[in-house]
C-alpha cells in the first residue's frame, strides 16, 4: 500500500513543501479527492488525501477557513491535506497545530502549472490505481496455496 511519503516523493509536483504532520508520511492513502464548489469533498473517510483550492474555499457559502476545514477533515480520517494559494499568516499556525494533532500531513502545493489542484488529483488517483492492479496482479502470482498463508 502507498503511504503519504511515497506519493508526495513519486507523484507531488516540485515546490510542494510539507507544512506540518512529518511524523504522518508513513500512513497509508488510498485515494485523492480534490474540493468541489458543488459538494464539497466526495465521500472522504479514512486513507483520503484531501486536495484544498485555497481560493475555492474561500468561496463556499459557509466560508470556512483553512483550519476549520483541516478540522473537519481531521475527523474524517483523511492521512493528508494539500493546499494551493496564500494560506493566511494567522492560519498557518493554527492549521499547523490541528494537522498534528490529526495526525495528518499538511502540504502546500506550489502555485506553478504543475500545482494545479484538479492535475494533482489525476495524478495521485492513477498512481494509487496502478499500483493496487499491480498487487492485484501479483497476487494472481502466487499459487494458491500460498495464497492463504
Not at 507523484?11 to 507544512?19: E, K, R
Not at 478540522?71 to 494539500?82: F, Q, Y
Not at 494545479?116 to 499459487?143: H, I
Amino acid at each position: 500500500m502507498a503511504t503519504v511519503g511515497k506519493v508526495l516523493l513519486e507523484v507531488f509536483p516540485p515546490g510542494t513543501v510539507c507544512l506540518a504532520g512529518q511524523a504522518a508520511l508513513s500512513r497509508p492513502t488510498t485515494w485523492a479527492a480534490a474540493l468541489r464548489l458543488r459538494g464539497g469533498f466526495a465521500d472522504l473517510g479514512p486513507g483520503a488525501l484531501a486536495l484544498i483550492s485555497l481560493e475555492l474555499l474561500r468561496q463556499l457559502p459557509a466560508r470556512p477557513s483553512l483550519p476549520q476545514a483541516i478540522e473537519a477533515l481531521g475527523r474524517l480520517g483523511v492521512t493528508a491535506i494539500a493546499v494551493r494559494g496564500r494560506v493566511e499568516s494567522n492560519e498557518l499556525p493554527i492549521a499547523c497545530r490541528l494537522a498534528q494533532r490529526w495526525s495528518c500531513v499538511l502540504l502546500q502545493l506550489p502555485d506553478s502549472k504543475e500545482g494545479a489542484v484538479s492535475l494533482v488529483e489525476a495524478k495521485v488517483n492513477t498512481y494509487l490505481s496502478r499500483g493496487r492492479a499491480a498487487a492485484q496482479a501479483g497476487m494472481r502470482d502466487v499459487p494458491a496455496e500460498r495464497a492463504d498463508t
